[in-house]
């Protein structure tokens, strides 16, 4: 670590840091799926067929995100299973911002700017996370994120240069989803837990007050091109600091989220754990393919082996034929 290398699957490893990282990236796995629900709430209702095709994409993109990072938490010997059952039964997180409700059609420009912005921001320095596989699955996913960043922007600004129905809709989004967005980042320093280590450890390369401040100061010249405001009156430049100063965060709403008291904390679960049991089905045949197409493998294998095993013997036998 000292010398900033990679650490990989079978390099050994203190089990905290094992445990650290599969905590994290189970957290993050959850995060991506139950994610999904908030915004595949418009599909139906997008306003066009190519808002439609967009947030379809996006949508499946975070389940793409989900496989990725389940599949680095099985590289350290965590099963999927058995990450799943600890989400489903409320002992494993995902992040807060996914239990507050996705009420119009700017909710999901709103989404894609700040909640995608923030994850951006957060997994930016990920893709130097000491441990291989976290740290490759967040190249592909940045890359994603940052296309879905861009579609919310996107978004916002028709919204935002419509009518004043339009516009309003949009700043009402912008006003609910950021303070939530500033708590994406995780407790102020002083109350992380977990930082001091995993920053040791170079899990993560930032604290969570450092990316949240990097955050605002991102937000600040998009908002004004978007036209919209930020809903916080204590934001002002700070000249000898070089970033901008925020209000304070109500850090009692985050926790109460945390414990399961968000406005959609018990939605996001019932429809995760029925969309895992009515997708029992599609494991299963999923499982027998893979089972046949890999015995299928094995047989073709042992053919084509015994094909060659036949051929050499038989140049064998003419060469020793020659020799004689
Ligand atoms: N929500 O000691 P720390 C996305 C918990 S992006 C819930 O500071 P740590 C993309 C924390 O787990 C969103 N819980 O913890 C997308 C710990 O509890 P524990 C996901 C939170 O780990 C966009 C306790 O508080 N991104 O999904 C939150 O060092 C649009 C103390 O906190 C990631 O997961 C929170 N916001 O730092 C998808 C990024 N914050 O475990 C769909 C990777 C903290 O002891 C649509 N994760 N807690 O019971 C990280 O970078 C870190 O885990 C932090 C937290 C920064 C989130």
Redesign the pocket.
């Known amino acids: 670590m000292a010398a900033d290398e990679r650490i990989e699957p079978r390099d050994w490893m203190p089990d905290a840091y094992r445990s ?1 990282l599969v ?3 189970a ?2 796995a959850h ?2 799926i ?3 629900q ?2 595949a709430n418009w599909i139906t209702r997008a306003p066009s067929l190519r808002r439609k095709a967009i947030l379809m994409a ?2 499946q993109d ?1 389940a793409g ?1 989900g496989l990725y990072l389940y599949s680095a938490a099985e590289t350290l010997g965590a099963s999927r299973d058995d990450l799943l059952d600890k989400l489903h039964s409320g002992r ?7 239990n507050y409700p996705t009420l119009t059609w700017a909710d999901v420009g709103a ?2 700017w700040l ?2 912005g ?2 951006i921001t ?2 930016v320095p ?1 893709c130097r996370c000491s441990y291989g596989p976290y740290a490759r699955a967040m190249v592909r ?1 940045c890359k994603e ?1 940052s296309f ?1 960043q861009r579609q919310g922007y996107e978004l916002l600004l028709a919204l935002s240069r419509g009518t004043e129905a339009q516009h309003a809709m949009a700043q009402d989004a912008v006003d609910r989803w950021w303070w939530p967005s500033l ?5 102020p ?1 002083a ?5 001091e280590q ?1 920053m040791t450890w170079k ?2 390369r930032h604290s ?1 007050d450092e ?1 949240r401040q990097r955050f605002v100061d991102i937000c600040v010249p998009q908002a004004e091109s978007l036209g919209l405001a930020l809903p916080d009156p204590d934001l002002k430049w700070n000249e000898e600091r070089g970033q901008h100063d925020f209000g304070a965060i109500d850090w009692s709403e ?1 926790w109460s ?2 414990k399961g008291n968000g406005p959609c904390n018990e939605q996001r679960m019932t429809q995760r754990r029925r969309a895992h049991e009515e997708g029992a089905w599609v494991r299963e045949a999923a499982a027998a393919h893979a089972a046949r197409h890999s015995e299928r493998e094995r047989a073709t294998g042992d053919s084509e082996r015994a094909i060659e095993n036949s051929e050499r013997a038989a140049e064998d036998s003419e060469r020793e034929e020659a020799t004689a």
């Open positions: 650290t905590r994290q990236i957290q993050h995060s991506e139950i994610g999904m908030p915004e996006k949508v975070e995100h494993q997180k995902y992040s807060s911002i996914f989404i894609g909640v995608d923030a994850a957060n997994q990920l996913v994120e879905h708590m994406m980042f995780g407790p320093d109350e992380s837990s977990h930082s995993s899990i993560k969570n990316l985050f989220v945390l």
